[in-house]
Structures are given as C-alpha cells and as structure tokens.
C-alpha cells in the first residue's frame, strides 16, 4: 500500500478530484496549506503599499492507495495539474510506503481497508 501526498495549485483541486474520481478512488484528504518552492513567493500591490507573499496558498492531497493503483494515480494527478505544458509552481508529488491501513467502522486491514 501507498500514501500519495500531493502538493497542487487550490485552483487545480476540483480537476484532480474528478480524474482521481474517474479511475475510481474512493478517498482524497485535502488541507488548505501555505509553502513556497522555486518560485520563493512573489511581491504584490495592497492600497498603494508594495509586500512580499513569501508562502503562496497550495493545498496537499493525501491519497491511501494499492501498489497496483500507483503509476495510474501519478499519472492522472500530474495530467490534471499540468495544464499549460508545465510551469514552475505547479506541484509536487511524495510517494511513500504505508505499513497497515484500518478502517474504523467495519476492523478490515490492509488493502481491503484502503
């Protein structure tokens, strides 16, 4: 089993969630974050004074999967989130391993939890 956690643009989230909808994902935690990568914020313009955004607004997906659901998933996140040929900003994607999933509700483990 694998934890995708990835790092995309707030106004890219509904496209994501529809195409990991489409290849049947059942589940998507996302968390309004703030960071900064290659870009290193940006200045900006407020009632005439100038300010530095230095952590721009993204939001992190996590994504509990099977091993066989992996490239698949990959693919459709940085399909949906590289629109316009790809541009500095657009996300990043972690892959790591998850030990043992528990749903809860029902005491199922492992891929049957996911």
């Not at 049947?24 to 309004?32: F, L, M, S």
């Not at 290659?38 to 313009?45: A, S, V």
């Not at 698949?72 to 949906?80: D, G, R, Y």
């Amino acid at each position: 089993m694998k934890m995708v956690t990835a790092i995309i643009q707030p106004k890219r989230l509904s496209g994501v969630r529809e195409a990991l909808s489409e290849i049947e994902v059942t589940g998507i935690t996302a968390t309004e974050v703030k960071g900064f990568g290659r870009q290193k914020g940006h200045t900006e313009l407020y009632r005439g004074a100038e300010f530095v955004v230095e952590f721009l607004p993204k939001v992190k997906l996590e994504i509990a999967i099977t091993d066989e659901q992996l490239e698949q998933v990959i693919e459709t996140i940085i399909k949906a989130c590289k629109i316009n040929g790809g541009k500095i900003g657009d996300g990043k994607i972690f892959v790591s391993s998850l030990e043992q999933v528990i749903r809860i509700r029902t005491g199922e483990t492992g891929p049957e939890a996911v």
